[in-house]
Nanobody
């Protein structure tokens, strides 16, 4: 079984910073990609940032220049450094991973989510 666990959410003032982390555990043969998505109340879940095992990254336009995704492959952990936070960033943030438990067949896994609230 594979489990993704997020941490690092909380309440911050506009302009503040937070660092989210997500660790994958269980039966893992290979992780092709990991990333972060978020969902605000009444809104659709949207991509925030992703990174592949090859090192490529992708960011939503709304967070580019403010957020940085990084990955420690040895620890099966992905991070999201969030700077210059805005009230519009308030959402539940979910970790996502493409994981192969055996061979090269990848499946999608999701974490339970961590709340980020940006408010004065």
């Amino acid at each position: 079984q594979v489990q993704l666990v997020e941490s690092g959410g909380g309440l911050v003032q506009p302009g503040g910073s937070l660092r989210l982390s997500c660790t994958a555990s269980g039966r893992i043969f290979s992780i092709n990609a990991m990333g972060w998505y978020r969902q605000a109340p009444g809104k659709e879940r949207e991509l925030v940032a992703t990174t592949t095992s090859g090192g490529s990254t992708n960011y939503a336009d709304s967070v580019k220049g403010r957020f940085t995704i990084s990955r420690d492959q040895a620890k099966n952990t992905v991070y999201l450094q969030m700077n210059s936070l805005k009230p519009e960033d308030t959402a539940v943030y979910y970790c996502n991973a493409q994981i192969a438990r055996a061979g090269w067949s990848f499946s999608t896994y999701w974490g339970q989510g961590t709340q980020v609230t940006v408010s004065s």
